[in-house]
């Protein structure tokens, strides 16, 4: 099982960046997916999830608003589109697995892959 995490980069404040999370060697389809992060020196937080289906999406308060995940099945990928990004949201963003029911606590996930780092310049 392999998750691949993509898409950061150096970004000025206000602007936007698209996350991608790469999935091989699962049963994508039957995942929930969520996206995490982790500042230096902070703890790892819940940014968004998406259920199997789709159908269910949570946000944190934070990104409410200004981030959207999605997934497509057919290509085994889900993505978090970030607009209007802060300072404080930069961080490395980790995208993690697991069957089924989405949770918001990392212990709760299967699968993680690498992270994919973000810098927000004010």
């Not at 950061?8 to 999370?21: D, E, F, I, N």
Request: proline letters at 2%; hydrophobic letters at 35%; glycine letters at 14%.
């Amino acid at each position: 099982v392999q998750l691949q995490a993509s898409g950061g980069g150096l970004v000025q404040a206000g602007g936007s960046l698209r996350l991608s999370c790469a999935a091989s060697g699962l049963p994508f389809s039957s995942y929930a997916v969520g996206w995490f992060r982790q500042a230096p020196g902070k703890e790892r937080d819940f940014v968004a999830g998406i259920s199997w289906t789709g159908v269910v999406k949570v946000y944190t308060d934070s990104v409410k608003g200004r981030f959207t995940i999605s997934r497509d099945n057919a290509k085994n990928t889900v993505y978090l589109q970030m607009s209007s990004l802060k300072p404080e949201d930069t961080a490395a963003y980790y995208c993690a697995a697991k069957k089924y029911g989405m949770g918001l606590r990392g212990d709760m996930y299967d699968y993680w892959g690498q992270g994919t780092l973000v810098t927000v310049s004010s």
